[in-house]
């Protein structure tokens, strides 16, 4: 069973540019959660998606980020006009949540450098 | 306003020794204390976790103690080997949430 698949793994944007993400899930993971890493620092959450859904995006900035996860295909995490203070590693995460929420597994994620 | 408060932020053990890292919360509605393991250029992989229900649980060479009054609980590597050099992130979600909250994690060193 193949986990978490998420590309490109490095993406190098200048600023204004926009960034795509994508996500995979693991195989029968219908639940999706997109975190942020900036260096020397935790994940921070950023948008929990089911399919053709956005269920709690408290964690996404206001602007120029958004997310989907529509029924066929992968989750994109889409940042608009990118800036310096986007350069992070983004991280995907899915659950089965057969009982809940709490085993999420984590993809490589993608480093997002911006120049 | 950091909900997870985790130390030391690096660690330098011998091959052999006992590796601890803590973690502290506020949030009283954290039920479930996970733990994952990060590697350079890989994403966290889940490691162990515990529900506040049980003071402790050993999975091989890793164990977590919870303290639910003191809304403390930690990481123990028993035996610790070169190959569990990575950072340690401790995490807590809320009943009914969906969100992880990381600590700002630890960097664990084991020298051979």
């Known amino acids: 069973n193949a986990g978490v698949m998420q590309n490109p793994r490095h993406l190098v944007r200048r600023r204004g540019q926009e960034a795509r993400l994508r996500c995979s899930p693991m195989?029968?993971?219908?639940?999706v959660y997109w975190y942020r890493q900036l260096p020397e620092e935790g994940l921070k959450f950023m948008v929990y998606?089911?399919?053709?859904?956005?269920?709690?995006e408290s964690g996404m900035p206001k602007e120029r980020f958004s997310a989907e996860f529509p029924k066929e295909g992968p989750s994109i995490l889409r940042i608009q006009q990118v800036v310096r203070g986007d350069s992070a590693a983004y991280f995907c995460?899915?659950?089965?949540?057969?009982?809940?929420?709490?085993?999420?597994?984590f993809g490589p994620g993608t480093r997002l450098t911006v120049t | 306003q950091q909900q997870v408060k985790q130390s030391p932020q690096s660690l330098i053990v011998q091959k052999g020794g006992i590796s601890i890292i803590n973690c502290a919360y506020e949030?009283?509605?954290?039920?479930?204390f996970p733990w994952y393991q990060q590697f350079p250029g890989k994403g966290p992989a889940l490691l162990i976790a515990i529900r506040p229900d049980v003071s402790e649980k050993k999975e091989g060479r890793f164990t977590i103690s919870f303290n639910k009054s003191a809304k403390q609980f930690s990481l123990h590597i028993m035996d610790s080997q070169p190959g569990d050099s990575a950072t340690y992130f401790c995490?807590?979600?809320?009943?009914?949430?969906?969100?992880?909250?990381f600590g700002k994690g630890t960097k664990l060193t084991v020298n051979p």
């Open positions: 995490a807590a979600i809320q009943g009914g949430s969906e969100k992880l909250v």
């Open positions: 949030n009283t509605a954290f039920d479930y």
């Open positions: 195989k029968g993971h219908s639940h």
């Open positions: 995460a899915s659950s089965p949540r057969l009982a809940g929420p709490y085993e999420q597994y």
């Open positions: 998606l089911q399919k053709e859904n956005i269920i709690d």
